[in-house]
């Protein structure tokens, strides 16, 4: 039986300090569910855009993560964004709700999604994360065993151990 | 008298479009103000970096197109080189700048301003979205997504990676394009090409029920600028600047775009980030010195993009291509330019069809597959201006560099500021067609949406976290009162 396999989006601009933070955290979460048996494509975008749902739709993989930063947010967060509602917009720029509910209207492709977030808050022009960025990441083994831990089990293999 | 409203940019918080209405005191629209909100700072950010590096940066000014600022500044570099680049890297560079037109015009044209053509200006809004274009036409939403695909998977041939694409450098490309991936873009176009053509076709059918719209959406006479081949071909790339009126006068024959400055200047107002490109010759004249009174600058207004490229060429250059611009021109009499920013849509899709069937030609060049590719050079001079055509316009990098390349001033015009004066007149043609006393609503707001949608803005697409563009629209009276508040999340 092959790995599982995931496809991450790291999203943002690499150029706007805090706003790059989501291809660092795809980087970190990728690295962290490679020792826990998953592969993982990474893919960094500067934002969502709607032909993502039919690559995701074409992409044979087992679940979709979305790496980001979030403006006031307090701590790093990982939520489950299969089935929710997304506010549809009329911008260049695209939830990652949005583009999975698109896949799965346009395409029938319907897979687990996660958001992983951290928060940002200097998003002047530099390529740094601010220290509260940084700090956020210590949550991402966490991550790593929710999205581990769903992914095996659809699979019935019990998640390996965390190295954390 | 109107009272005049500034608004502070300091409290602004980027990415929001916001729209102030003035009304006189008789409580007819007066003015529309389009304020667009950017960190400035871009320009100085660079100061201090080599210009070798200015593509890569540049490209992330615009997550949708990269490729734009790619080519702008790695003209201007080729400039600070002093060379020419080799044939075949040009023609590797216009390659990628088509696929980028193709995949920029098809998100804008499907999914951003699709609901509203396709499925009516009044239809529910609750329907009028991605989701009630996938019930009602399937096939046309996975038509968009193929179109812009095709553009990425291009791009992503060429340079490597669709998003910000390291391949385009001062002095030509840095990878050739093998014979398998020109097999690989020869078997998608077929597809593409007849994607388009149904899209030409679903528009025109529609035309005549957008009769109104095409009154009030951006409809007065103004300059048009972009790029044309020197005998007045449409231009994407290369070439010289060509300005014409309305009535069809060629203002500007074919400057040489590094002369820019001698014909387009800068205006700056309190109230937005964004700057006020203008045709200074007609804003000027007159004045013989003299300082400028305000809004002089309004009378050099021009639009750029799609409908201006379309409108100044003396043809397209392509089979297909040239029998829709005949078409179109009969939507404005004779000699005379389509003057209505409602059609940039329909220009859209003939650039769209345009770009394919030069890539078309282009993979069958023998010489595309060639591996001289880069010409290399030290710095022969300490100006560079690099200037292409962006999906929304024409586009301006000008770079300062010292002895050892590393920029000492940076200055960039973007495309979507020199359509600045036209969306604002845009706006405010539209308001003063809706606004019906002092309350504003969802039917208006839909209006003047996508009376800006037509210019296919390119607004804080530089920072995904807080750029979502929600859209706020103020009624303000003409002592200054706010009268009413619209506001839709982006």
Same mark, same amino acid.
């Given at each position: 039986?092959?790995?599982?396999?995931?496809?991450?989006?790291?999203?943002?601009?690499?150029?706007?300090?805090?706003?790059?933070?989501?291809?660092?955290?795809?980087?970190?979460?990728?690295?962290?569910?490679?020792?826990?048996?998953?592969?993982?494509?990474?893919?960094?975008?500067?934002?969502?855009?709607?032909?993502?749902?039919?690559?995701?739709?074409?992409?044979?993989?087992?679940?979709?993560?979305?790496?980001?930063?979030?403006?006031?947010?307090?701590?790093?967060?990982?939520?489950?964004?299969?089935?929710?509602?997304?506010?549809?917009?009329?911008?260049?720029?695209?939830?990652?709700?949005?583009?999975?509910?698109?896949?799965?209207?346009?395409?029938?492709?319907?897979?687990?999604?996660?958001?992983?977030?951290?928060?940002?808050?200097?998003?002047?022009?530099?390529?740094?994360?601010?220290?509260?960025?940084?700090?956020?990441?210590?949550?991402?083994?966490?991550?790593?065993?929710?999205?581990?831990?769903?992914?095996?089990?659809?699979?019935?293999?019990?998640?390996?151990?965390?190295?954390? | 008298?109107?009272?005049?409203?500034?608004?502070?940019?300091?409290?602004?918080?980027?990415?929001?479009?916001?729209?102030?209405?003035?009304?006189?005191?008789?409580?007819?629209?007066?003015?529309?103000? =389009?304020?667009?909100?950017?960190?400035?700072?871009?320009?100085?950010?660079?100061?201090?970096?080599?210009?070798?590096?200015?593509?890569?940066?540049?490209?992330?000014?615009?997550?949708?197109?990269?490729?734009?600022?790619?080519?702008?500044?790695? @003209?201007?570099?080729?400039?600070?080189?002093?060379?020419?680049?080799?044939?075949?890297?040009?023609?590797?560079?216009?390659?990628?700048?088509?696929?980028?037109?193709?995949?920029?015009?098809?998100?804008? =044209?499907?999914?951003?301003?699709?609901?509203?053509?396709?499925?009516?200006?009044?239809?529910?809004?609750?329907?009028?979205?991605?989701?009630?274009?996938?019930?009602?036409?399937?096939?046309?939403?996975?038509?968009?997504?193929?179109?812009?695909?095709?553009?990425? @998977?291009?791009?992503?041939?060429?340079?490597?990676?669709?998003?910000?694409?390291?391949?385009?450098?001062?002095?030509?490309?840095?990878?050739?394009?093998?014979?398998?991936?020109?097999?690989?873009?020869?078997?998608?176009?077929?597809?593409?090409?007849?994607?388009?053509?149904?899209?030409?076709?679903?528009?025109?059918?529609?035309?005549?029920?957008?009769?109104?719209?095409?009154? #009030?959406?951006?409809? =007065?006479?103004?300059?048009?600028?972009?790029?044309?081949?020197?005998?007045?071909?449409?231009?994407?790339?290369?070439?010289?600047?060509?300005?014409?009126?309305?009535?069809?006068?060629?203002?500007?024959?074919?400057?040489?775009?590094?002369?820019?400055?001698?014909?387009?200047?800068?205006?700056?107002?309190?109230?937005?980030?964004?700057?006020?490109?203008?045709?200074?010759?007609?804003?000027?004249?007159?004045?013989?010195?003299?300082?400028?009174?305000?809004?002089?600058?309004?009378?050099?207004?021009?639009?750029?993009?799609?409908?201006?490229?379309?409108?100044?060429?003396?043809?397209?250059?392509?089979?297909?291509?040239?029998?829709?611009?005949?078409?179109?021109?009969?939507?404005?009499?004779?000699?005379?330019?389509?003057?209505?920013?409602?059609?940039?849509?329909?220009?859209?899709?003939?650039?769209? #069809?345009?770009?394919?069937?030069?890539?078309?030609?282009?993979?069958?060049?023998?010489?595309?597959?060639?591996?001289?590719?880069?010409?290399?050079?030290?710095?022969?001079?300490?100006?560079?201006?690099?200037?292409?055509?962006?999906?929304?316009?024409?586009?301006?990098?000008?770079?300062?560099?010292?002895?050892?390349?590393?920029?000492?001033?940076?200055?960039?015009?973007?495309?979507?500021?020199?359509?600045?004066?036209?969306?604002?007149?845009?706006? @405010?043609?539209?308001?003063? =067609?809706?606004?019906?006393?002092? @309350?504003?609503?969802?039917?208006?707001?839909?209006?003047?949406?996508?009376?800006?949608?037509?210019?296919?803005?390119?607004?804080?697409?530089?920072?995904?976290?807080?750029?979502?563009?929600? #859209?706020?629209?103020?009624?303000?009276?003409?002592?200054?009162?706010?009268?009413?508040?619209?506001?839709?999340?982006?």
């Amino acid at each position: 039986m092959t790995e599982p396999s995931l496809l991450i989006y790291g999203i943002g601009n690499q150029q706007r300090n805090d706003d790059g933070a989501g291809a660092f955290v795809a980087g970190v979460v990728a690295a962290a569910l490679k020792r826990r048996g998953i592969t993982s494509e990474v893919h960094l975008v500067q934002q969502l855009t709607p032909d993502l749902a039919e690559e995701i739709a074409e992409s044979h993989v087992d679940g979709i993560v979305f790496a980001d930063v979030e403006v006031d947010a307090i701590a790093g967060a990982i939520r489950s964004i299969v089935g929710i509602e997304a506010p549809v917009t009329s911008s260049h720029s695209w939830s990652p709700a949005l583009i999975l509910l698109v896949a799965e209207r346009l395409y029938g492709c319907r897979l687990p999604a996660w958001l992983v977030t951290v928060p940002g808050s200097n998003f002047a022009h530099g390529e740094t994360i601010s220290p509260a960025t940084h700090q956020a990441l210590g949550s991402v083994e966490a991550w790593a065993d929710v999205i581990a831990r769903v992914l095996l089990e659809s699979r019935g293999a019990a998640p390996g151990p965390s190295l954390a | 008298m109107t009272r005049t409203i500034t608004i502070d940019p300091v409290t602004r918080i980027e990415g929001h479009a916001k729209i102030t209405i003035l009304l006189d005191d008789d409580g007819h629209v007066s003015d529309a103000r =389009f304020h667009v909100v950017e960190f400035r700072g871009f320009e100085k950010f660079c100061e201090g970096r080599s210009f070798w590096e200015m593509p890569g940066i540049t490209a992330r000014v615009c997550g949708i197109c990269p490729v734009s600022h790619l080519m702008a500044s790695a @003209k201007a570099g080729d400039a600070i080189l002093g060379v020419s680049i080799p044939p075949t890297a040009a023609k590797l560079r216009r390659l990628m700048n088509w696929a980028q037109m193709v995949q920029s015009h098809a998100l804008s =044209f499907f999914h951003l301003s699709g609901p509203d053509l396709l499925l009516g200006m009044d239809s529910d809004p609750a329907k009028r979205n991605v989701f009630g274009l996938i019930d009602k036409y399937p096939d046309v939403a996975r038509n968009g997504i193929r179109l812009r695909r095709f553009g990425q @998977k291009v791009i992503s041939i060429l340079g490597g990676q669709s998003v910000h694409p390291a391949w385009t450098v001062p002095g030509g490309v840095r990878e050739p394009l093998s014979d398998a991936n020109r097999s690989v873009i020869r078997r998608m176009l077929p597809e593409a090409l007849d994607i388009t053509g149904l899209a030409l076709d679903m528009l025109k059918d529609a035309i005549d029920d957008y009769r109104d719209e095409e009154t #009030m959406y951006g409809n =007065f006479p103004s300059l048009f600028m972009g790029l044309v081949t020197p005998d007045g071909g449409l231009e994407h790339y290369d070439g010289v600047l060509r300005i014409v009126d309305s009535d069809g006068n060629v203002l500007e024959p074919g400057i040489s775009p590094a002369r820019y400055r001698e014909v387009i200047g800068e205006a700056v107002e309190p109230w937005t980030y964004l700057k006020f490109p203008y045709y200074k010759p007609l804003a000027l004249r007159g004045l013989n010195g003299d300082a400028p009174p305000p809004g002089y600058y309004q009378a050099g207004m021009y639009r750029v993009g799609p409908l201006a490229r379309v409108n100044i060429c003396d043809y397209a250059g392509t089979p297909r291509a040239d029998a829709e611009l005949r078409e179109f021109r009969r939507l404005a009499p004779r000699g005379k330019l389509v003057s209505n920013s409602f059609h940039y849509h329909y220009a859209r899709l003939i650039e769209i #069809m345009y770009c394919l069937e030069r890539i078309a030609e282009t993979v069958e060049d023998p010489s595309i597959t060639n591996d001289r590719v880069r010409s290399h050079a030290a710095v022969n001079n300490l100006v560079g201006v690099g200037v292409s055509e962006a999906p929304r316009g024409t586009l301006f990098h000008e770079y300062h560099v010292n002895e050892d390349g590393i920029l000492q001033k940076v200055n960039m015009i973007i495309a979507t500021g020199h359509n600045n004066l036209a969306m604002n007149r845009t706006v @405010k043609q539209i308001a003063q =067609f809706h606004i019906n006393g002092h @309350k504003l609503d969802e039917g208006m707001l839909n209006r003047v949406e996508h009376g800006i949608r037509l210019y296919d803005p390119c607004l804080s697409c530089s920072t995904h976290a807080i750029g979502h563009m929600p #859209m706020v629209i103020e009624l303000v009276a003409a002592d200054g009162e706010v009268l009413d508040c619209l506001r839709r999340d982006g």
